[in-house]
């Protein structure tokens, strides 16, 4: 089969970065769902486990943890899929990922497709809808339907893969949502999916958010920046606040006061916790996938696609992660089709 590897971690400007290879198929295992990938999506992960290290690959590795396709085998003890169903999914970091004509998962991992999109429109969802999903309605303590109703939300980073499904899913729950971006295009976008209120985060946020009328906010996702934003969300955090967090920090984070003092619940989000350690819920990002199907097919969230760019090569999806590196990508940028 078709894939797209590495070997040697290097520069995304090197050619051999990401390369086309020949790999063999898999087979499905007791529980594994093989799946036939037809579009793909690119998230800082890939960036973050492709990025130059100094060990070499023995054998070709292949990344990428969103995909779109069509069920060819199912494993054994597999219930809820048969060949021929669109399927949706991240995966799992420690197995091969999707950049391949053929992947194996694990079929609680996985929901079906939204019956309104096309798969290269679903490729775009699964990494950042569960993140979103994770990190506000099971790490935060906020309902998926009512959760946020008489509540504020403030989105550090709207317009990224994240952030773009996150105001969604937000606004749904009841939250009046307040996003950050910075140029004219990442405000436009944040508006599109939802946002109430943008404010740019090169700028202090407290004076900004006075503006509008909130002194606090009930709620805090920081999708950048973990220590640049640190001290002001504890300003700006009501007492009994929440703030979620999906980048690693560079050094330690004081978690005293005003934290400490508010009673502020600090809460980590890493959606492949669940499949890296093999917990007993694992089934619940299925359930998470189909929801949001669901939601999807109602006409109340949609999807964060902002380009498709095809076939699924190593020349695109260089060009891929070029794009995600630079810092100024909107949505979510998709591979499709070999």
């Not at 497709?113 to 990494?127: E, I």
């Not at 339907?145 to 969604?168: C, F, P, R, T």
């Not at 749904?172 to 436009?188: D, L, M, Y």
């Amino acid at each position: 089969m078709k894939a797209v590897a590495l070997t040697r971690y290097l520069p995304i400007d090197d050619p051999d970065a990401l390369v086309d290879v020949e790999l063999p198929k898999p087979v499905a295992g007791e529980h594994d769902l093989l799946v036939r990938v037809e579009a793909v999506s690119v998230n800082p992960v890939d960036t973050k486990l492709r990025s130059p290290k100094p060990q070499v690959e023995a054998q070709p590795k292949v990344l990428g943890y969103d995909a779109a396709g069509t069920v060819e085998a199912v494993g054994g003890s597999v219930i809820g899929f048969k060949p021929g169903d669109r399927v949706y999914y991240a995966g799992d970091v420690t197995r091969p990922g999707s950049n391949a004509e053929y992947q194996l998962v694990d079929a609680h991992l996985v929901g079906h497709v939204p019956q309104s999109l096309d798969l290269a429109a679903a490729a775009a969802l699964p990494l950042t809808t569960l993140t979103a999903w994770e990190l506000l309605f099971q790490r935060m303590p906020f309902d998926s339907e009512h959760g946020g109703e008489g509540k504020s939300l403030l989105i550090i980073g709207g317009a990224g893969g994240v952030g773009s499904i996150v105001i969604q899913l937000a606004r749904h729950a009841g939250f009046t949502v307040i996003a950050t971006a910075s140029r004219p295009e990442t405000i436009a976008w944040c508006r599109t999916m939802g946002a109430q209120h943008v404010i740019d985060h090169r700028h202090p946020l407290p004076a900004q958010l006075a503006t509008l009328g909130f002194e606090q906010v009930d709620a805090v996702l920081n999708l950048a920046d973990t220590e640049r934003y640190w001290d002001t969300i504890g300003q700006i955090l009501a007492p009994q606040g929440h703030v979620g967090l999906v980048v690693e920090p560079a050094g330690a984070l004081k978690i005293g006061d005003p934290y400490k003092a508010k009673c502020i619940g600090i809460h980590w989000e890493m959606m492949f916790a669940r499949s890296r350690f093999k917990t007993a819920d694992q089934a619940e990002q299925g359930r998470i996938l189909e929801r949001v199907a669901a939601l999807i097919d109602a006409g109340k969230l949609r999807s964060t696609r902002t380009e498709t760019m095809a076939p699924i090569s190593a020349a695109n999806l260089r060009e891929a992660h070029r794009r995600l590196e630079s810092g100024t990508s909107i949505g979510k940028l998709v591979v499709a089709g070999w």
